[in-house]
C-alpha cells in the first residue's frame, strides 16, 4: 500500500464507514462479509456514501465532462440473456425482448487526474472489490476495444480525444 493511494482514499472514500486502507481491521472484515452476503442473497449491494459528501460534485462533474467521449450500444436482449432467436415454445417468457441500453468511456479517454481513474489505479480499492467478489486479485483490462475499432495502434496508445472523434 503507498501512502499516496491511502491519502487519495481518505480524500474521496468515506473511510469511517469504508475502512479500505485498513483490511486486516475487524471493521473492514465486517465490511466485506455484509457485502458478499448482500451479493449472495440478492446479487447486488448499495456503498451508501461511499464517496465522500464534498466529492461526489466534483465526481458527477468529471463524469458529465467526459460522457460525450462514450461509446453507445443498444441492443436486443430478454431476461434469459440467451439468443433472441433461440427457438423456444410459442409462450415462452424468454420470447419477450426489451432494448438495454449500455455507455462506457474507453479508458485511454479518461485523463489520470480524474478521480474514477484514481479509484480504478487504487490498490486498495482494488483488493477491496475483489474481496469482496472473493477473488484472490483484479485485473485490469487494457483498451481492446480501441485497439478492435481502430483508435488505437499498441497498448497504451491513442490518439488524443481533443483530436480525434471517438469511436460511436
Not at 25 to 50: K, Y
Not at 122 to 132: D, G, I, N, P, R
Amino acid at each position: 500500500m503507498s501512502a499516496s493511494d491511502a491519502r487519495m482514499l481518505e480524500r474521496v472514500v468515506d473511510t469511517e464507514r469504508y475502512p479500505l486502507a485498513e483490511p486486516e481491521s475487524a471493521e473492514w472484515q465486517r465490511m466485506v462479509s455484509r457485502v458478499r452476503q448482500e451479493l449472495a442473497d440478492i446479487g447486488c449491494c448499495v456503498l451508501a456514501d461511499f464517496i465522500q459528501p464534498a466529492m461526489r460534485e466534483v465526481l458527477r462533474a468529471e463524469g458529465a465532462a467526459i460522457a460525450p467521449l462514450a461509446y453507445y450500444d443498444v441492443e436486443i436482449v430478454n431476461a434469459y440473456n440467451i439468443a433472441v432467436d433461440q427457438p423456444l415454445p410459442e409462450n415462452h417468457p424468454g420470447r419477450l425482448t426489451m432494448s438495454r441500453g449500455n455507455a462506457f468511456v474507453p479508458r485511454d479517454y479518461i485523463d489520470r487526474d480524474l478521480i474514477i481513474h484514481e479509484l480504478y489505479v487504487s490498490e486498495l480499492f482494488q483488493h477491496f472489490v475483489a474481496s469482496c467478489f472473493a477473488l484472490p486479485k483484479l485485473v485490469r483490462r487494457g483498451g481492446e476495444l480501441r485497439r478492435r475499432r481502430g483508435g488505437a495502434d499498441r497498448a497504451g496508445y491513442a490518439p488524443d480525444p481533443s483530436t480525434s472523434a471517438p469511436p460511436r
